[in-house]
């Protein structure tokens, strides 16, 4: 079993918050599932330069995180649908802030991004 060398300092906010939402989808999987998007095929093609595996991986983290619930509905073929919890819904404040911040920077990212590519 692994066990980490260096502990991690969940005295810190921001360790913590990152622990959940670290991964470079999953602010994006909150934020569709927030908008409606419940199953996984759905969120697939709505984030379409993250591979399937990926979004399911981190579907899998966020369950684990407490954050998203997923309900799988009997029979064939199996229907499953995530859904937001509580502490998942908390997050949503933070989440809107985040796409605040970059649509009121896209042109200064944009502009930095072809000054490095010159």
């Given amino acids: 079993m692994y066990s980490r060398k260096i502990p991690e300092d969940l005295d810190c906010g921001i360790v913590v918050t990152m622990k959940i939402i670290g991964g470079k989808w999953k602010v994006c999987i909150l934020d569709g599932i927030n908008k409606g998007i419940k199953r996984p095929s759905e969120l697939h093609r ?52 985040i796409d605040k911040w970059g649509m009121e920077n896209i042109h200064l990212v944009e502009n930095l991004r072809e000054q490095v590519l010159g």
């Fill in 46 to 97: 709505a984030i379409q330069d993250a591979s399937p595996r990926v979004i399911n991986m981190q579907l899998h983290e966020l369950v684990q995180g407490g954050i998203i619930t997923k309900k799988i509905y009997p029979g064939l073929p199996l229907k499953v649908e995530y859904s937001l919890t509580e502490l998942g819904l908390s997050l949503l404040p933070v989440i809107e802030i």
